[in-house]
């Protein structure tokens, strides 16, 4: 008995042996574990403010930046030119505008629409020819015959230029020049012939035989 007795205590005592070693370990690699996981909660916690710090930095630098470079840019720099497709689209929502004022007996207001119109495109020949209709309704008949005369240089074969030069001498009493147009506008469209027998503004032109000769009536 007292053998096995010795044996049990021993076997107990490098049980109890082994199990302190391992507890320490144990415990040691707990500590180890602990301190490392506060470096790195630590470290983590520095990140993050410094990424705060330079965010917050950064935004209102850019705040402030942004906003003091677009006031400059509104201010100084020269937008950029509209595409054609742009600029077609625009004259001719413009065109339409000012057609319908025209139409409406709005004459001041359609003229400022045409002549806005007219100068995002120059060439536009229905706006100049149309423009030139209402600078002879304001007795502008300078400003009306450049306008007609450019409209037939950039489209010759257009009829309503010619036709509204007739009118305009037949207005002036230049009757040499208001039969040499209004023969021209004919040729270029026979419809005019039906324009000419009702239209008021050729008066001064109905008792020359020429235009009788030319709208064919009797």
């Known amino acids: 008995m007292s053998y096995i007795n010795e044996a049990l205590k021993k076997a107990q005592k490098d049980r109890d042996t082994r199990y302190m070693k391992y507890s320490g370990v144990l415990s040691a690699k707990g500590k180890d574990r602990r301190a490392f996981s506060g470096k790195t909660a630590w470290w983590s916690l520095l990140l993050i403010m410094l990424i705060l710090l330079v965010f917050t930095s950064y935004s209102w630098l850019d705040f402030k930046g942004g906003r003091r470079t677009r ?46 119109a007219l100068r995002l495109d120059p060439g536009h020949v229905d706006v100049l020819n149309n423009l030139g209709v209402l600078y002879i309704y304001d007795k502008e008949y300078q400003a009306a015959q450049r306008s007609f005369e450019k409209a037939i240089r950039l489209k010759p074969g257009h009829v309503d230029p010619y036709y509204n030069l007739a009118c305009l001498h037949a207005i002036r009493g230049e009757t040499r020049q208001g039969i040499e147009y209004l023969k021209k506008a004919v040729s270029l469209d026979h419809s005019v012939r039906d324009w000419a027998q009702r239209d008021t503004d050729l008066e001064n032109l109905r008792v020359l035989p020429e235009f009788k000769e030319i709208i064919g009536s009797e």
């Not at 400059?72 to 004022?101: N, W």
Request: charged content about 25%; cysteine-free; proline content about 7%.
């Open 71 to 116: 006031q400059a840019e509104s201010a100084h720099t020269v937008p950029p030119p509209a595409t054609l497709h742009e600029t077609a689209i625009d004259v001719e929502t413009l065109y339409d505008r000012a057609r319908l004022l025209h139409k409406n007996s709005q004459i001041q207001e359609a003229k400022k629409v045409y002549q806005q």
